[in-house]
């Protein structure tokens, strides 16, 4: 149980963040080196000037000759500073370039594992009946709008139209009776033959020359 609560968790920190990391701790430590010595320099400018006015000029020159070693040093140290600036812009690049490569790796392999879930002839079958189903509400919609219907239709459309209405119509009127559904209703006599229209002219003519003689 100790040895499993003991365990240290790995460190995230890579080779080259700890190169980086030096690199950073060097160019203080020269940054701070050229501060004092440009502090330095400024004092024995100062110093120089007095013991010229004291008279004292080997000395005065010796200070000065020792400021000039230090003045050579730092142009040194600047060119040290501007190569470890360098170094460090390359590796944090480097490091970010490493990060894209390795962001590309995990977005390849996502791409893989899903093209490798799609099939191709699923995907045809849902685009058929997208294609159906979109084409299917355009006419549905034209058809309710009645944008479509040629003359044709709409006659066709018409007549079922008036069909329906007579039908609807028929259906609420009473039936007819009939002498054997109501015995009490007498229907007249219809004469057995009936007189033809040139015979009955032919008796008109008769008794009215009856009546003239």
Not at 50 to 64: M, P, Y
Not at 96 to 116: F, H, P, R, T, Y
Not at 202 to 207: A, P, S
Request: hydrophobic share 35%; glycine share 4%.
């Amino acid at each position: 149980m100790g040895h499993i609560f003991s365990k240290k968790p790995q460190s995230k920190v890579t080779e080259q963040d700890k190169a980086v990391l030096q690199l950073k701790t060097t160019r203080d430590k020269i940054r701070q080196y050229q501060k004092r010595s440009d502090e330095k320099l400024q004092k024995d400018r100062q110093v120089a000037k007095q013991l010229l006015r004291d008279g004292k000029k080997e000395r005065a020159k010796l200070l000065l000759r020792k400021k000039r070693f230090i003045e050579e040093q730092l142009k040194k140290t600047d060119g040290t500073l501007e190569n470890i600036e360098k170094m460090i812009e390359d590796i944090e690049f480097a490091q970010i370039q490493m990060k894209v490569v390795d962001s590309l790796k995990v977005g390849n392999e996502s791409l893989k594992q899903i093209n490798a879930m799609l099939d191709i002839e699923d995907i045809e079958r849902i685009l058929d009946e997208t294609q159906e189903g979109a084409e299917k509400q355009r006419e549905i919609n034209a058809l309710l709008s009645g944008g479509v219907l040629t003359e044709e239709d709409e006659s066709a459309v018409e007549e079922e139209l008036d069909a329906l209405i007579a039908a609807a119509v028929q259906k609420q009127l009473p039936d007819a009776p009939t002498a054997a559904e109501n015995p009490e209703v007498e229907l007249p006599d219809v004469p057995e033959t009936a007189l033809e229209p040139e015979k009955e002219k032919e008796k008109h003519k008769e008794r009215v020359a009856m009546a003239a003689s």
